[in-house]
């Protein structure tokens, strides 16, 4: 078993999620710790107008934001989120949980893969990419 940045870089379905990552100085971190990430596929990314990512990634602050927002502190399973009604990310926003353990949805994406077990966790995919509101606010897809 691997950690979560290193099992996710064996994903070929999640290369713009680590590629965000390490854009945003975040990959170093998946490497320890406990955490849960939400991780986007490269499909999800694709809903973004050109302009909207490049606007994302030249500035780091808001990119760092975006990536927090999608990792969770501690481990946690689909069948264990399905039970809360939010929770509060690593950027300090709260994503919206709603669903059964088997079609769980983060705000407005659904979680098509669950559960994939790392040494330092355990991440999802996910088939939208997450925004704060304070990107959301400054970001056209």
Do not use: W
């Amino acid at each position: 078993m691997k950690s979560i940045i290193e099992t996710a870089r064996e994903d070929d379905r999640l290369s713009t999620s680590v590629a965000m990552l390490q854009a945003g100085g975040k990959a170093e971190m998946l490497q320890g710790g406990e955490y849960t990430a939400l991780f986007p596929t490269n499909e999800a990314y694709s809903d973004f107008s050109r302009e909207a990512m490049e606007s994302i990634t030249a500035d780091r602050e808001r990119l760092s934001g975006m990536i927090l927002y999608h990792v969770i502190q501690g481990k946690l399973t689909t069948h264990e989120l399905a039970q809360m009604e939010a929770i509060r990310t690593l950027q300090g926003d709260h994503l919206d949980l709603t669903g059964p353990p088997g079609a769980i949805r983060v705000n407005d994406a659904t979680v098509i893969q669950p559960d994939v077990e790392c040494t330092n966790g355990i991440y999802h995919v996910i088939d939208r990419v997450l925004l704060p509101q304070v990107v959301e606010a400054r970001v056209k897809r």
